[in-house]
């Protein structure tokens, strides 16, 4: 006769996870029963393994389809993490039973399909803005240990455990058996109807895990101890069994998929209620502390006392003060909220109100450092290298032990000097990640510098980034390989020619030169085709960075230059045409393509420019387009040297006419002036006229051209609006305008010695 103990428990709860001790310790099972996929069982064992650091997650994802996975995350106080290290410590075997993951999966995917189906159906009906508006179902997992504690009047789980379950003088088989029977009660409330979707998922769960456990027990195991989910505890008491046909019934003909498992590094972060994780805990470092105050068993610890501790050196890392006699004070003061509010002992609650209102002075702020550092935490997890693992992440692990770059759950700043080999290596490892969807780094600002020899990241190892390496395996065995195939797959599929200049200086940057060759075949098909102007104008600046920092690099950039040259060539033939008949929206468009095409060309000086400069002289010489972009092409006329000041000073006192009218006037000075007030303030016939323009506007048609002239005056910077203020308010007063003759030169000769001095030229008499 086999006698079954179960041990229902709250998923990632310390204290259920020193109950599941005491209880394995009390019961010497001779097989084990975890809840979990029954695949877990090929990884099981690599739980000894010294190298495994909790916290972790095993992984499970679908073979043909990575992006379709699922985690399966354990802390050292997770009860499923104390059952397994007990049984593999003890020599006892253990199992995990639940619905396997090649149907769990194949059940999702064909409910994602026909959801998909259906939104595409009801995208076409009336009822299409209804039906994307009602609510989504979310699994069946409730926490029934929280539902206990709800109803004693606890709003936390983990202190109704610690009242209610820690303290008792019972033992601790009786203990679950107690649990047991109190969710009984609560199942027999649940009235959903049998043919609920999340009834349905969570009764095939439990009749995966009965025929498991039947199994088990056919063995002639002596003892079986089964640890699972306190809502599922009742279902697995064999005397509540129902017939073993009635869950065969349930488990016939589910469909399959073929799935790997493995086990990734989890973060203490990421087990958190609040990032989504449907049984995730609020504080998974008080967890920590409380977990192992409990296993250590050390009647000379307070766990109050030693937590507040903690929270003070936290602040002292931070510089603010927290002295012990303070940490005292909290202690008292907790203890005293406690007995204030019918509580045994402190809990965190507790002690938070302790610790803000005598260790932080009553302010929330330091407290919220304390939540971050500590009562949450940045604990990174590991696992052993032999654990099962993509080539991919293979490759991928051993390059970031060659650049000494170890993932962090804590985000780092990273600065790389391309000058120097190893960096520049670290570089093209993340340019590589990042095209293959791998976000582990994000490029920054580098400060100041407008070096080409610096980059700057912000790294952050997210677990998600496991299953985006699992499906980036899909392109190849090595970062290389993967990054150059991906690129080759992402360029067959745009259409933009901006997308694909910005793929192929990625690929620039990633050391690619197979993607490389395989974005500028596409891209030559592209650019041959395209008709429209602003997306040839988008493409020139890329192609342009492309062609500068190739070699730079060394990289061989001709047919990249080939493809530059006929792209300026055709965008200039049809520039002026595309300029005329645009509306705002599409004259803002244009003149933003030519300030991007302007800043492509700027890079490459020995660029013959003599097309694009004849292209921009129609479009500032025709009445027929826009002011924005006429006004524009004005601007990076005068700022080549190609239109004199007075022409353009001519030029917008013709715009600025009462013969135009005054909205048209303002698009074309906005074009002209936009971003730069130098031309106002050296000029200051240029700054009559638009000061006499705007004090001659019709007080009808002001309001209209207000907001025009307020973005452009506002791009400037507070000294270029102050300078051109002082210069309106002094007028036209010769004595209050500057001239040379009031230069204070005997003054001014150290500066220029020193000028001189940097320039090379000779010495001044």
């Not at 699994?139 to 820690?166: F, K, N």
């Amino acid at each position: 006769m086999t006698d079954v103990h179960v041990l229902g428990i709250r998923h990632h709860g310390p204290g259920s996870a020193h109950s599941v001790a005491e209880a394995l310790g009390t019961i010497r099972p001779d097989l084990v029963l975890v809840e979990g996929p029954p695949e877990l069982d090929q990884v099981m064992p690599l739980v000894s393994d010294p190298r495994m650091v909790p916290p972790v997650a095993a992984l499970i994802y679908a073979a043909e389809q990575p992006r379709l996975a699922t985690f399966y995350p354990l802390a050292s106080y997770s009860p499923e993490w104390v059952a397994i290290r007990w049984a593999v410590s003890t020599g006892t075997t253990v199992r995990a039973i639940d619905l396997p993951a090649t149907h769990s999966f194949a059940l999702r995917d064909a409910a994602d399909l026909a959801k998909s189906a259906d939104a595409a159906d009801s995208a076409e009906s009336a009822d299409a803005d209804e039906a994307a508006q009602a609510p989504q179902l979310t699994p069946y997992r409730p926490d029934a240990i929280a539902m206990l504690a709800d109803a004693a009047g606890y709003s936390d789980a983990e202190r109704w455990w610690e009242d209610a379950v820690e303290h008792r003088n019972a033992g601790p088989v009786d203990r679950f058996a107690a649990i047991t029977d109190a969710i009984a009660e609560i199942r027999a409330l649940d009235d959903r109807p049998a043919d609920h979707p999340d009834v349905v998922e969570n009764n095939r769960r439990e009749a995966a895990m009965r025929r498991l456990l039947r199994a088990a027990m056919r063995e002639g195991h002596g003892r079986i101890a089964v640890v699972c989910g306190a809502y599922h505890a009742p279902a697995l008491v064999p005397d509540n069994f129902p017939p073993a046909s009635a869950d065969n019934k349930l488990l016939a003909g589910l469909p399959k998929t073929k799935v790997a498992v493995t086990w990734v590094p989890w973060t203490s972060d990421r087990l958190r209620l609040k990032t989504g994780y449907g049984a995730g805990v609020t504080a998974p470092g008080w967890y920590q502390h409380l977990f192992t105050h409990w296993i250590a068993k050390d009647p000379t610890a307070d766990v109050a006392t030693t937590w507040l501790v903690r929270v003070a050196h936290t602040l002292r890392r931070e510089n603010l003060n927290a002295s012990t006699a303070s940490v005292v004070e909290a202690s008292r003061m907790a203890d005293a909220l406690a007995a204030i509010r019918g509580r045994p002992s402190p809990g965190l609650s507790e002690l938070d109100d302790a610790a803000q209102a005598v260790l932080c002075d009553g302010s929330p702020l330091p407290l919220a450092l304390v939540h971050r550092e500590l009562t949450v935490g940045h604990n990174l997890g590991s696992v052993p290298e032999s654990a099962p693992t993509v080539p991919l992440a293979a490759d991928l692990a051993a390059a970031q032990r060659r650049l000494r770059l170890k993932p962090s759950a804590l985000e780092e700043f990273l600065t790389i000097d391309l000058r120097k080999p190893n960096q520049l290596a670290r570089s093209v490892l993340l340019h590589r990640l990042v095209l293959l969807g791998v976000n582990w780094g994000t490029p920054t600002e580098t400060g100041r510098t407008t070096g080409t020899f610096k980059e700057a990241w912000t790294l952050l190892w997210q677990p998600e980034l496991a299953v985006a390496v699992v499906d980036a395996s899909r392109y190849g065995t090595t970062i290389a390989s993967a990054a150059a195939t991906c690129v080759a797959e992402r360029a067959q599929a745009s259409s933009s020619l901006a997308d694909l200049s910005e793929l192929l200086a990625g690929c620039l940057l990633a050391d690619l030169p197979d993607g490389i060759r395989a974005v500028v075949t596409v891209l030559a098909e592209r650019t041959a085709m395209q008709q429209d102007v602003p997306p040839l104008l988008e493409t020139v600046a890329p192609l342009a960075r492309t062609c500068r920092y190739g070699n730079v690099r060394g990289v061989d950039v001709t047919e990249v230059q080939r493809i530059l040259d006929a792209t300026v060539v055709r965008a200039c033939v049809g520039l002026p045409t595309a300029c005329a008949g645009l509306d705002d929206a599409a004259a803002a468009a244009m003149r933003r393509a030519l300030d991007s095409a302007q800043d492509g060309l700027s890079l490459l000086p020995e660029l013959p420019l003599d097309d694009w400069h004849q292209a921009l002289a129609a479009v500032a010489g025709s009445d027929r387009i826009h002011g924005a972009v006429a006004g524009r092409a004005t601007r990076l006329l005068l700022d080549a040297g190609l239109v004199a000041l007075d022409e353009v000073t001519a030029r917008l006192s013709r715009r600025l006419s009462v013969a135009t009218p005054a909205p048209e006037a303002a698009a074309w000075l906005d074009g002209l002036l936009s971003g730069d007030a130098v031309l106002l303030i050296h000029d200051r016939r240029l700054l009559q006229i638009v000061d006499d323009w705007i004090a001659g506007v019709d007080d009808e048609v002001f309001d209209d051209v207000l907001p025009l002239l307020r973005r452009t005056f506002s791009a400037f910077s507070p000294p270029e609006r102050r300078e051109i203020g002082d210069q309106l308010s002094r007028g036209s007063d010769p004595a209050k305008i500057p001239t040379a003759m009031t230069l204070d030169m005997a003054g001014a000769d150290p500066a220029i010695r020193t000028m001189a001095r940097y320039l090379g030229w000779e010495a001044i008499a």
